[in-house]
């Protein structure tokens, strides 16, 4: 039997490794985007007040963007290291597993109360009646809308964000990370804020689209501020990445990557 040798054992750990941490987070970020909050509440700002398509609008976000910048990262990280096709499969692969868990947890509100359960929790922190399987209901069934909205921005996000990636590797060769990174992530998103909203608020919804372009606006206007200020964090990432696998194998691989699209 054939081992592999020392720097092909560390390539398949670091795949692994990324491709754990970009399901992990995909899945987190669905799962509690269904939590809108303040950023200027948890900032101690007053509301922004942006006047965008007509309506003054405020930093009102799903919590699933604490964990999508991690998303970003990671799979820029994965193409620039085992290319456009390493991205495409993780993609897909997470794609399968969020419709997993949207069925998974559907059919987890179906299920009949246990009556123990209603009765230990009857009561909130200030001694109001609570029903928290109603609760649970409207929290984890938020609709076929939102599940087929973010499957398709995911998706279709993913494909643009690789292929703008590969298409300034190309131009760039191993210089200005953070231009297709941050490029490929600005114009990806600039799609994904859009779609998502789009299918799950106006053809699912009640949403017209003036509302779309507006919280539209807000969202990619945010995504795009984590982009830029995350790339730092980019860097130091490839710094480690290359002391790990050594810098002519990890330049061999990035080399590789960017000519044959996949490193597998």
């Known amino acids: 039997m054939i081992q592999p040798s020392v720097s092909e054992q560390k390539r398949q750990r670091l795949f692994l490794l990324l491709c754990g941490i970009f399901l992990t987070n995909a899945l987190i970020a669905e799962i509690i985007g269904m939590k809108i909050f303040s950023v200027e509440t948890l900032l101690g ?3 922004a007040q942006l006047l965008i398509g007509g309506e003054r609008l405020d930093f009102n976000m799903t919590a699933g963007v604490v ?4 998303v970003f990262i990671t799979s820029d990280i994965i193409n620039e290291y085992f290319g456009t096709k390493g991205v495409k499969r993780i993609s897909y692969l997470t794609a399968g597993f969020i419709v997993y868990t949207f069925i998974t947890i559907y059919f987890s509100t179906q299920l009949p109360p246990a009556q123990f359960w209603l009765d230990i929790n009857g009561r909130d922190a200030n001694g109001n009646p609570f ?5 649970f209901f409207r929290i ?10 973010s499957i398709v921005a995911f998706l279709l996000g993913q494909i643009l964000d690789v292929s703008i990636f590969a298409w300034l590797r190309r131009r760039t060769g191993s210089k200005y990370i953070w231009l297709r990174a941050t490029g490929s992530t600005m114009f990806s998103q600039l799609v994904d804020s859009f779609v998502v909203l789009t299918i799950a608020f106006y053809v699912f ?5 003036k509302q779309i372009f507006s919280v539209g606006c807000i969202n990619y206007l945010y995504k795009g501020c984590i982009a830029i200020l995350l ?9 480690f990445i ?23």
Do not use: C, R
């Open 131 to 135: 029903n928290i399987n109603e609760a």
């Open 45 to 47: 700002f007053p509301p």
């Open 140 to 149: 984890f069934n938020q609709g076929l809308g939102i599940m087929i909205g």
């Open 205 to 209: 919804g009640n949403w017209d689209l």
């Open 231 to 239: 790339t730092p964090v980019l860097y130091i990432a490839h710094y």
């Open 67 to 70: 964990n999508w910048p991690v």
């Open 242 to 264: 290359d002391q790990y696998l050594g810098k002519d194998y990890a330049e061999q691989l990035s080399h590789h990557a960017a000519h044959d699209g996949e490193v597998l």
